[in-house]
């Protein structure tokens, strides 16, 4: 016999994410990674917005949100803080063509993308700060100060 162990403890972002999943899964006209074959053989030209991929990890000084974001630039980038909600904004600009060339195919999604995140109770929205390097935007959230464990020395009498 095996224990396993339950952590009951609910995390916003895991549901978010869930959430999200489904609701791509739902509007998505191909599975990811394939594309739609037409009747005469070609591949038809599906078309569909993206959405950078993130990882969410908490320590007990903060929260830190990583998005992937290639060939991004920095000025193209937007995060803000209001009423508790985390929205990242931004846009992935399309290459000019160049005369002489011709695309037999073009896979990655070009646009404009949003991203928002209910931060938790324990955040602090004073303490976000944001940086971007080799195409990773990385976003800090602190935690409240009320919300860290403080250590009570017990005295023996």
């Given amino acids: 016999m095996s224990l396993i162990r339950f ?6 972002f895991k549901e978010m994410e869930e959430i999200q999943s489904r609701l ?6 191909t599975p990811p990674g394939s594309s739609a074959v037409r009747a005469d053989g070609e591949e038809a030209l599906t078309v569909s917005t993206w959405s950078p ?16 974001l290639p060939e991004i630039q920095k000025s193209d980038l937007s995060v803000k803080v209001h ?3 985390l929205t990242l904004t931004g846009e992935r600009k399309l290459e000019k063509e160049e005369k002489g060339k011709r695309y037999h195919r073009v ?11 209910t931060l938790p109770d324990d955040a602090d929205e004073t303490r976000v700060n944001a940086e971007f390097k080799d195409g990773v935007l990385q976003v800090h959230v602190g935690k409240s100060e009320k919300a860290k464990p403080k250590q009570i020395d017990v005295k023996v009498a």
């Fill in 107 to 117: 896979e990655r999604v070009y646009g404009t993308f949003a991203r928002s995140f």
């Fill in 83 to 85: 009423d508790g909600v």
């Fill in 53 to 68: 991929l993130v990882d969410i990890v908490e320590d007990e000084k903060e929260y830190l949100i990583k998005a992937e």
């Fill in 24 to 29: 791509n899964t739902l509007f998505r006209s």
């Fill in 7 to 12: 952590e009951n403890r609910w995390n916003p």
